[in-house]
């Protein structure tokens, strides 16, 4: 079976070179299961940009996509990304294009099928007996399938001495099962390992949850699928460039049969909202950054009032700027996009994201940004039709930042 090729250099190869200097630039990757493959393409194309992350961040499939990266040699980041979305898609059939005896929507259920009753190679497997005849209390009882292969997979791809050697930060998210609380590991506070990848993308009922301490997690999208509140929420001192990667739209179209209502379901509940959620935090950052230019115009003695000091320490000094893409589905696809490992949709997924990515790092309003001393932008250029940039502004109207 041939394997996934990384596409020929870009255009970004020879546009001219502007690196993100002093910026901290942060790559922020959403949960999507096989949709992931289009986060790999982002970073192949940001990496050909200068734009390496000094940073990631990322909830189920995004917390393997960032461990792969985090874990791994510049020089061999996309290699070892292309590696591990070899050994998911190596075992479905494949499409022989339109003149094929099968039409593309039908191949992808059938693939979709495939994984479901037989896994996924270096993924997960399902369990014999299934969860039903499985001692209760054991993690084969509740979970249909065994991640034992994905353990394999990332111990063998991921050097997780380097991932915590501080030359690159690592987030991902989980859910604390007892507790039900969102928690973060983070190698800027403690040494991951592979569980801690693993229980940020343990998607419940498909997989049992992870043991940590002593306490047991679960995938971080059942809360909320997207990391950009975390990432603004850890303080810092330089100016932030975010790449914020979506795998799920918020944005459709009205479902005319049952099988559009559950696709339509399922991009709803894992966008987390996506576009409210990123103006929400956005809105935040611009009014708290508001809030301490306030109070440097005040006489010292009320800079020292308590509330002042409350509103000082919320948000950061420097300017965030975002890049919001988001993989937008292709009409052939259903709700089984996301456990649809075919090796023609990963590369399709791959090549989305390397598209969307180099079609916004080439754009004039990209190109010839002016980056503020404080406040907020957000570049959403990888849109059909016109082009957004826009900078956020203290307002009461939480969507004026981010286009809906």
Same mark, same amino acid.
């Given at each position: ?8 250099? %870009?255009?970004?190869?020879? @546009? $001219?070179? *502007?690196?993100?200097? #002093? &910026?901290?630039?942060?790559?922020? !990757?959403?949960?999507? +299961? ?54 998911v ?36 497997v ?16 509740? %979970?249909?399938?065994?991640? @034992? $292969?994905? *353990?394999?997979?990332? #111990? &063998?791809?991921?050097?997780?001495? !380097?991932?915590?050697? +501080? ?20 190698t ?46 850890q ?21 005319i ?29 611009a ?40 993989y ?65 502004q ?11």
């Amino acid at each position: 079976m041939p394997r996934i090729r990384t596409p020929s250099p %870009s255009a970004l190869r020879h @546009a $001219p070179k *502007k690196p993100h200097g #002093e &910026e901290e630039c942060i790559l922020v !990757l959403q949960g999507g +299961g096989a949709l992931g493959a289009y986060q790999a393409g982002v970073f192949e194309s940001m990496s050909e940009g200068s734009h390496a992350p000094d940073w990631v961040a990322g909830i189920s499939i995004g917390a393997i996509n960032a461990a792969l990266i985090a874990g791994n040699p510049a020089e061999k980041r996309v290699q070892q990304l292309a590696e591990f979305w070899n050994r998911v898609s190596s075992a479905c059939l494949q499409s022989h294009g339109a003149g094929g005896a099968l039409p593309r929507e039908a191949i992808n259920e059938s693939n979709a099928a495939l994984s479901a009753v037989f896994g996924v190679p270096g993924f997960y497997v399902p369990r014999v007996p299934p969860a039903p005849f499985q001692p209760p209390g054991t993690p084969g009882a509740i %979970s249909y399938y065994d991640t @034992a $292969p994905l *353990k394999e997979t990332l #111990e &063998e791809l991921i050097d997780f001495d !380097l991932l915590n050697s +501080g030359s690159m930060r690592l987030s991902v998210g989980a859910v604390n099962v007892r507790s039900g609380n969102f928690a973060y590991f983070d190698t800027a506070m403690q040494r991951l390992d592979v569980r801690h990848v693993m229980a940020s993308g343990a998607l419940p009922p498909a997989f049992a949850p992870i043991e940590i301490d002593g306490e047991q997690y679960w995938d971080g999208g059942i809360v909320s699928n997207t990391p950009l509140q975390y990432v603004l929420d850890q303080r810092g001192t330089r100016p932030r460039l975010v790449f914020q990667v979506d795998l799920f739209s918020a944005q459709g179209v009205q479902p005319i049969n049952m099988a559009e209502v559950s696709e339509r379901e399922k991009d709803i509940r894992y966008s987390s909202r996506t576009r409210l959620n990123t103006s929400s935090e956005l809105q935040r950052e611009a009014m708290a950054q508001a809030a301490r230019r306030l109070i440097a115009k005040l006489p010292p003695k009320l800079r020292e009032d308590p509330d002042a000091q409350a509103l000082k320490g919320c948000g950061h000094e420097a300017s965030v700027s975002v890049v919001h893409l988001i993989y937008r589905s292709k009409h052939y696809e259903t709700q089984s996009k996301d456990y649809e490992f075919s090796r023609q949709s990963v590369e399709d997924h791959w090549l989305a994201g390397r598209t969307d990515t180099t079609q916004t790092l080439l754009n004039p309003q990209w190109v010839h940004r002016k980056r503020p001393a404080s406040g907020v932008q957000v570049f959403d250029l990888s849109l059909d039709g016109p082009t957004t940039a826009k900078t956020v502004q203290p307002s009461t109207h939480l969507t004026q930042g981010v286009p809906s």
